[in-house]
């Protein structure tokens, strides 16, 4: 069976056949040149698969980045005047066949002589990832039970939601397709918090993720389905894959304002001619493009604009979309098929919320800490285990602690913890200011209120730490309720010489099975993009097919009931009539062992 693309040029695979097999040269390929817009994961993973899979030279590859140093959103640093500052941070699972497939061949940050993947492998071997409370009430006090509390009723709904087609989910928004009663559920706690899904986000994404991790669904209310890197994502992802390209001469342009991307579109032909771009100095800087030049294009970013505050300034809430947001808007308006960006960015007041990463200085506060987690944040073992959320917070306020010192050259005393509220537009609890309008102080103590110190020793107690706010007005910015084509094609129809890589890029299976937010997802894009441009004579694994898989779909309808068997709502002569039928049959060895009968 050949697994079906929107562009024949590209090739699906599942198992380890093309995974194991080392690529052959492209023809043509030195006469090429790569232009990499951007140095977000997609941009960089790009980069490696030309190197790795294409055979390009890498001093034929160059990176234009406007910010002075690479990543995108995946960083992490200590910012010397602030303190130490993530402005989010990334959850793994076993199935990102793309990047695993990447990771297994670059050398470690940490031990060289491991890969990323075997570093990252053993990290988790050895210290399994789980949550000993996943929601708090009342300053500090463990809510949940470790069950979703669905009842058959909701579960009915969720599930008949997961089979709902793609087309009749288009631009429509979560609360549009839920009922109240599951908008106000445990479920919906655990799973808007996690993945930072708001109500009126899209519909057909909360489909697809739900169906691309149907076989997390066990581990989503203990956490235990999880996986996090040793150390801060920029330290485990990022610099691997920086080093590996500059061992091979990638030249990195940084201070580059990339404003468009100019093509010459005939019917049957789509050619990228010139990139548009200017200095830090405002110089003109644009480059001409032949047939044969690749450019890769990072369309839009969730971290565009962020703003960055410490203990005495709040961070500022830059609203107006620029940067990558303005390269898209230029090239958007030359085709219909290049997407809609004003879909994802003209609204921030849907698309924002606020993290701020606190890092207490001496034990205070992290026995408040070890109170909920019921473990030492000291150690270099798991904490949190994922994040820890406040129900009743009115910013609903999330915290977590990843295993430290989780920098490099992080003071031994220092706990870092990573804090975000959904809602930034609301009065807090104890601060009575939105968290918007909230100093890094400000936020420290609403956190150690719903980490449950007592009142009496909030103002003390947050002396005693460090914190700085980052505001995001996109961060969600990815899940705004679209159509079909309100993002362009990683490779567009009859695209010779561009693709287009990130959160902001449709993938080219068929149906798109891959959920945004995951990094994993912008290295898919740049899989398919590389594969597909060069003609690398290798598949591109495909999204994991759980959905398809009938021992995880009827585990899922067992999870999500907390273990209770499904009513199916048949009379009972006919349900006994079915049960003899398959008595003695494989299916009814299948439904008995996952608990459906």
């Known amino acids: 069976m050949e697994l079906k693309t929107v562009d024949s040029r590209l090739t699906l695979t599942n198992g380890n056949y093309h995974s194991l097999v080392h690529a052959r040269k492209p023809k043509g390929i030195d006469d090429k040149r790569a232009y990499l817009i951007g140095t977000g994961i997609g941009a960089l993973a790009a980069g490696c698969f030309l190197i790795r899979d294409a055979h390009m030279s890498g001093d034929k590859i160059t990176f234009l980045e406007q910010l002075d140093l690479p990543g995108g959103s995946l960083d992490g640093s200590l910012i010397h005047d602030r303190g130490y500052v993530a402005r989010g941070g990334r959850e793994m699972g076993h199935h990102f066949e793309v990047l695993w497939n990447l990771f297994s061949s670059l050398p470690s940050t940490e031990d060289p002589s491991m890969s990323v993947l075997d570093h990252f492998y053993y990290t988790n071997l050895d210290d399994p990832n789980s949550s000993n409370c996943r929601i708090t009430e009342k300053q500090g006090e463990r809510y949940d039970n470790g069950k ?8 009915r709904e969720l599930a008949e939601f997961i089979m709902t087609a793609d087309d009749q989910l288009e631009d429509k928004s979560i609360e549009e397709v839920f009922s109240e009663e599951l908008l106000a559920s445990d479920f919906w706690i655990y799973w808007r918090t996690m993945f930072a899904f708001q109500n009126w986000n899209s519909a057909l994404e909360m489909k697809l993720y739900m169906n691309r991790f149907i076989h997390h669904v066990g581990g989503l209310t203990k956490l235990d389905a999880l996986q996090f890197s040793r150390h801060d994502q920029f330290t485990s992802f990022v610099m691997p894959m920086v080093k590996y390209l500059q061992d091979h001469g990638v030249k990195f342009e940084y201070g580059v304002t990339v404003e468009n991307v100019v093509f010459d579109l005939a019917e049957n032909k789509k050619v990228a001619t010139q990139i548009v771009a200017k200095a830090k100095d405002g110089k003109d800087i644009s480059i001409p493009l032949k047939e044969t030049d690749l450019v890769f294009i990072t369309n839009g970013s ?4 962020s703003g960055y505050g410490d203990d005495q300034t709040p961070a500022p809430f830059n609203q107006t979309p620029a940067g990558c947001w303005t390269l898209w808007n230029n090239i958007a308006k030359q085709s219909p098929e290049f997407g809609h960006p004003e879909k994802f960015c003209d609204d921030p007041e849907k698309t924002n919320w606020e993290s701020c990463t606190v890092t207490c200085h001496d034990d205070s506060v992290p026995k408040y800490i070890e109170k909920i987690t019921k473990r030492s944040p000291y150690g270099g073992k798991t904490v949190t285990g994922g994040i820890v959320t406040a129900k009743d917070s009115s910013w609903l306020l999330s915290w977590t602690i990843n295993r ?24 807090g609890d104890y601060i009575q200011k939105p968290m918007r309008d909230c100093t890094g102080k400000e936020i420290t103590k609403e956190w150690l209120f719903h980490l449950g110190v007592p009142v009496n020793e909030i103002e003390e107690m947050a002396n005693t730490c460090t914190a700085v706010p980052v505001m995001m007005p996109f961060i969600t910015s990815q899940f705004m309720p679209r159509m079909a084509g309100d993002r362009p094609y990683v490779v567009p129809k009859n695209a010779v010489n561009f693709a287009f890589l990130g959160q902001f890029a449709e993938t080219l299976d068929d149906p798109g099975r891959d959920t945004v937010f995951t990094i994993e997802y912008s290295g898919r894009t740049a899989m398919e993009a590389v594969y597909v441009l060069t003609g690398v004579e290798l598949g591109v694994p495909e999204v994991y097919a759980s959905r398809y898989d009938i021992r995880y779909l009827l585990e899922g309808a067992k999870e999500l009931l907390d273990g209770e068997k499904p009513d199916l709502k048949l009379p009972a002569l006919i349900q006994h009539g079915l049960e003899k039928k398959i008595a003695g049959t494989d299916i009814a060895v299948l439904l008995k062992e996952h608990g459906i009968i």
């Not at 979703?148 to 579960?155: D, I």
């Not at 969730?302 to 604009?305: K, N």
């Not at 989780?406 to 609301?426: I, K, R, T």
């Open 148 to 155: 979703f509390n669905l009842g058959q009723k909701l579960a």
């Open 302 to 305: 969730i971290t565009e604009g």
């Open 404 to 427: 430290q010192g989780q920098y490099l050259g992080q003071p031994e005393n220092d706990v870092v913890v990573w804090v975000y509220g959904l809602f930034s537009d609301v009065p």
